[in-house]
């Protein structure tokens, strides 16, 4: 009966360790192997480290799950206790009984690989092997580290290409672009507080509200005014972006006679009808003569 029970447990645990779905468009898992991969331990020699390279993963991840698999080759005459122990300070990480052999698996390591890598990228760890005695050997093997993970994307967007078109007395189309897709908004106002904010508007042909290419619509703006604005900018990964503070001006147009009544032979005489456009041009104001009929 002992043995049926200890079979349906192993069972079980072990297919818990295989029926672990992992969505193929989100995590990913990579299986690193360790040097050395096997180790052997004696009464004079009960500890040793053992390392991985972890640069093998992508450099921007979240780490999701993290376990160690290693093999114990031959059945112990005696019951060892086998240590996993923190390299560094030398705690211990977990502590199993070794007496059968088969393959063995710790868990619930991610906190340990995130605070333990080194500068190279080095992870280690330590076995040490409690009651063996004089004529034990306790081998193990293929010792590997298993880790499931997520890419994550921190590069924030760039914003180029910025420009104001369409600029007339009291509207404007400011445009711009993205090096990657991007929801956009843009803050605007009289002076660099910015009294308002207005959401790029979205092509609708894109599948997503994420887009490259960005361009909004300002109304109601004053005519002959100096507005200051700023875009902003995020990505699906919530990495922003906002551009510096720039400025546009808007036009001044009027239509009026601005000749009065002429005195003098060298003077000119009252004109029927003159139109002019008065803009801003430098920071100067300016007129030009549209139409001019004597």
């Known amino acids: 009966m002992k043995k049926t029970s200890l079979f349906l447990t192993c069972s079980i645990f072990f297919l818990g360790f295989i029926v672990n779905p992992v969505s193929a468009d989100q995590s990913d898992v990579i299986e690193l192997t360790a040097a050395p991969d096997s180790i052997t331990l004696l009464e004079t020699v009960d500890s040793l480290d053992f390392y991985f390279d972890t ?3 992508p450099e921007s991840i979240e780490i999701e799950n993290v376990r160690l698999q290693f093999e114990i080759r031959e059945d112990l005459e005696v019951e060892v206790l086998l240590k996993l122990i923190n390299a560094q300070d030398s705690n211990i990480i977990e502590a199993l009984s070794a007496v059968k052999s088969g393959d063995r698996l710790i868990t619930g390591l991610e906190k340990y690989y995130k605070d333990n890598i080194d500068n190279e990228g ?3 760890f330590r076995f040490k092997a409690d009651n063996l005695d004089s004529s034990a050997i306790f081998f193990i093997d293929n010792i590997t580290l298993i880790v499931q993970y997520v890419e994550v994307d921190n590069i924030p967007p760039k914003i180029n290409n910025i420009k104001v078109e369409e600029l007339n007395q009291d509207s404007v189309v400011l445009s711009w672009e993205t090096d990657k897709p991007t929801k956009s908004s843009i803050k605007y106002g009289k002076t660099s507080n910015y ?12 599948e997503s509200e994420y887009q490259k290419e960005h361009s909004v619509l300002i109304l109601n703006l004053s ?4 507005y200051h604005y700023q875009i902003l900018v995020e990505d699906e990964s919530s990495n922003s972006t906002i551009s510096q503070d720039a400025t546009f ?4 147009s009027t239509s009026k006679n601005i000749l009065g009544d002429a005195t003098g032979d060298n003077r000119l005489s009252k004109p029927e009808n003159l139109t002019g456009e008065v803009y801003i041009a430098n920071g100067n104001f300016e007129v030009r003569l549209i139409h001019l009929y004597f």
Do not use: N
Not at 249 to 252: A, E, P, Q, V
């Open 223 to 226: 005519p002959g005014t100096t």
């Open 195 to 206: 009294s308002s904010l207005l959401e790029a508007i979205i092509d609708e042909k894109e």
């Open 55 to 57: 640069t093998q993963l």
């Open 249 to 252: 001006i808007t036009k001044i």
């Open 122 to 124: 080095v992870l280690t």
